[in-house]
């Protein structure tokens, strides 16, 4: 005849601790001092030698400076500019003078125009950077684009021809 076992945790109803020792020892990473590499310190003379076989003395400290890898550029397409030009006349973010748009990116938040979509209007853009071909298609158009850092591409030439 067989019998059913009965779960571990229901043989330790009634149990102050349930096989867990004292009270006090079950209170998670505190108990044990920390989680991980934690005591591993410098007053922790016992695992000093290993900590420095395995990973060298930079372990202990900080060292050096760490640069963010990233950088962040608002940048806009000019064709998403031309289609806003007339809402940002009438929000007065934009000028219109002798026929031609005046747009200052700064003063909308972004800091770049790039060369994406259609140009169908007469723009004077101003930005804190203008890709070659966002100011080749605002030209073509009769417009300028002016950029306060100006973007070049690096043409390396053939030499063995």
Do not use: C, W
Request: glycine residues 14%; charged residues 30%; without cysteine.
């Amino acid at each position: 005849m067989t019998t059913n076992k009965r779960r571990k945790v229901v043989r330790y109803r009634g149990s102050k601790t349930h096989g867990g020792g004292s009270k006090k020892k079950r209170r998670g990473s505190g108990h044990r001092g920390g989680v991980g590499m934690a005591g591993t310190g410098k007053r922790a003379d016992q695992k000093k030698p290993t900590i420095l076989k395995l990973y060298g003395s930079s372990y202990f400290g900080r060292h050096g400076f760490i640069r963010p890898t990233t950088v962040t550029v608002k940048a806009i397409n000019v064709g998403m500019l031309n289609d806003m030009l007339p809402r940002l006349v009438s929000e007065k973010k934009a000028t219109e003078e002798k026929g031609a748009f005046v747009v200052d990116l700064k003063d909308l938040g972004y800091d770049k125009l790039l060369g994406s979509g259609h140009v169908t209007r007469k723009i004077k853009v101003k930005a804190k950077a203008v890709s070659a071909n966002a100011a080749e298609k605002v030209a073509a158009a009769g417009g300028e684009a002016l950029a306060e850092q100006k973007v070049e591409m690096a043409v390396e030439k053939n030499e063995s021809q």
